[in-house]
């Protein structure tokens, strides 16, 4: 499997940056995970519309979400129907994203399901609204990512032995006290060594803070190599 970049900042982009979005490629099969603003140009640049499979949203957050509605009309135009996997709450942000049946609209519920060849298995994560984490897995291994989330346990649970646990790490230490429902960089890398993940990608970084002011939280805390998610960077699985 490969996982390729499409954004890594939320909730709203710095002056180069897009927000969450990802894109998971095994054999010929594309997924796409996550459609923040800027995204579907970067999309563009490693993957045409006509090849996408499936879309995936962990959550109906804007800064993951909002290129969808730039890719329906590149759907259109092309007479595209495509299978969307979203959770059916807020009702009134998963009935917005449909347009001139585009999508084959898939409310997510917990438990698993086939996409290809793949398995695909949501867990709710506790985030301000409903937000599901994903696993998925190949014959051989297994991916883990988590949209936003604070809680620590569940995301343990969800990423046991995972292969590669792609991890928000919205917030630095001193964000924790604030209640704003996402994970610190060092409690993402915490759960990365509970979990056994053996590599982990942490994501969702906020514009307003200088990268080494994670890495600077982060140091030997993962018991592997803590990567950070880098935009059209692809990761191995
Ligand atoms: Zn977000
Ligand atoms: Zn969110």
């Known amino acids: ?15 180069k940056g897009t927000c969450s979005g990802y894109l998971l490629q095994d054999n010929d099969v594309n997924i796409i995970i996550d459609f923040g603003n800027g995204t579907m140009s970067k999309l563009l640049q490693v993957c045409s519309v006509s090849d996408i499979n499936a879309i995936i949203l962990t959550h109906l957050h804007p800064d993951h979400i909002s ?3 730039i890719l329906r009309y590149a759907l259109k135009r092309r007479g595209i129907k495509i299978p969307l996997y979203a959770p059916s709450s807020p009702a009134e942000e998963f009935n917005r994203l449909q347009y001139e049946d585009v999508f084959e609209m898939h409310p997510i519920v917990e438990g698993k399901i086939a996409i290809e060849h793949l398995t695909v298995e949501f867990k709710k994560l506790k985030h301000i609204i409903d937000n599901f984490g994903i696993s998925i897995k190949n014959a051989r291994k297994k991916f883990v ?8 346990d569940c995301v343990v649970e969800l990423a046991d032995k995972a292969d590669l646990l792609l991890i928000e790490a919205a917030l630095l230490d001193k964000d924790l006290k604030k209640g704003l429902s996402h994970l610190s960089a060092r409690q993402a890398c915490e ?17 307003d ?6 890495l600077s939280e982060v140091d030997n805390v993962f018991n592997g190599i803590t990567q950070f998610a880098e935009s059209l960077k692809s990761y191995y699985i």
Do not use: W
């Open 67 to 69: 290129d969808i509605f």
């Open 145 to 152: 990512y988590t949209g936003d989330t604070s809680c620590e």
């Open 209 to 214: 803070y200088d990268l080494t002011e994670y």
């Open 1 to 15: 499997m490969k996982i390729t970049v499409l954004g890594n900042n939320g909730p709203y982009p710095g002056p």
């Open 191 to 207: 759960i990365g060594n509970r979990s056994g993940a053996r590599q982990i990608i942490l994501t969702h970084f906020n514009p």
